[in-house]
């Protein structure tokens, strides 16, 4: 079987937030764009990435009102990177060492996307639901 590399899977659509933008937001552009994290910038640089898990956990569950938290109080506190040309095998071992279920890509120090687990995932169920 061929190597499938990382960058063969993302979109290549960088869906991002501003640090200080509320949580609200983060789940209206999440929602309008049918995707589960957003990239987060502070002052014109990714920094970092919310999920749904980070509002689930940290608003919902503690029973804050979204609109009076901002993005940076709940992001993650690492951003994991693989590089495009990683394997999807690499980029799944790395998830699974650092206990994440996605890594931002990058291309030359430039992030070009996100990978998840859903996404290999679903390439490896069309690979093996495609065998005889």
Wanted: proline letters at 2%; hydrophobic letters at 45%; aromatic letters at 4%.
């Amino acid at each position: 079987m061929a190597i499938i590399r990382v960058g063969e899977l993302i979109s290549g659509r960088l869906i991002y937030i501003d640090s200080e933008d509320n949580v609200i937001k983060a789940a209206i552009l999440m929602r309008e764009n049918d995707i589960s994290s957003l990239l987060v910038k502070h002052k014109g640089d990714f920094v970092s990435i919310v999920t749904e898990k980070d509002i689930i956990n940290k608003v919902v569950a503690e029973e804050l009102y979204p609109g009076d938290v901002k993005v940076s109080e709940i992001m993650s506190k690492d951003l994991f990177t693989v590089s495009k040309n990683e394997s999807i095998e690499e980029a799944a071992k790395l998830m699974r060492k650092k206990g994440v279920r996605r890594l931002v890509v990058l291309e030359d120090e430039r992030i070009v996307g996100i990978i998840t687990e859903t996404d290999i995932a679903k390439h490896l169920k069309a690979i093996v639901g495609g065998a005889p």
